[in-house]
């Protein structure tokens, strides 16, 4: 149903920018900080996980593409072989294309895509409001492994 098709340079700018801001709101939104504070967060920790940006080692990005050839969405994963795990950092469908079972082939697409590089485990963090995420996940056989509670008084 999908394949994952590298990224080229331009797509990498493209979902880089768009990654991070999104990334950014989430932080200022669970921190309970301004956007410029969750901004800065982000921009820390980018530059620590891709200090050489698409080019840094063990980190793959890719573009999901449809029977059909239309790249419909977006995939940020990192293997670390010696931990045997690949961690999902982004996934993202394009709004036009959404609920149409991408999401899910992109994950099991990722599972065999990563498999040969070491990885016998997928991890991934998800925002706790993101209940269509969380659903998605869970249907295909992941645990929550760590939680974060708030509570507003």
């Given amino acids: 149903m999908i394949t994952l098709r590298p990224m ?14 999104d990334y950014a709101r989430d932080l200022a939104n669970v921190n309970s900080t301004p956007m410029e504070e969750g901004r800065k967060a982000a921009a820390r920790q980018t530059a620590q996980l891709l200090p050489d940006g698409m080019a840094t080692k063990g980190h793959y990005f890719w573009r999901i593409v449809n029977d059909n050839g239309d790249a419909v969405g977006d995939l940020w994963v990192q293997v670390e072989s010696e931990k045997a795990r690949a961690f999902i950092y982004f996934i993202g469908i394009d709004e036009p294309y959404r609920g149409h079972g991408y999401s899910r082939a992109a994950m099991l697409a ?22 269509v995420a969380v659903r998605l996940y869970e249907s295909l056989g992941y645990k929550p492994t760590a939680m974060n509670m708030r509570k507003e008084i």
């Fill in 110 to 131: 990722l599972e065999s895509t990563v498999k040969p590089l070491g990885a016998k485990y997928v991890d991934l963090n998800v925002f706790g409001d993101n209940t």
């Fill in 8 to 21: 080229t340079d331009s797509e990498y700018q493209r979902v880089q920018e768009a990654i991070f801001e």
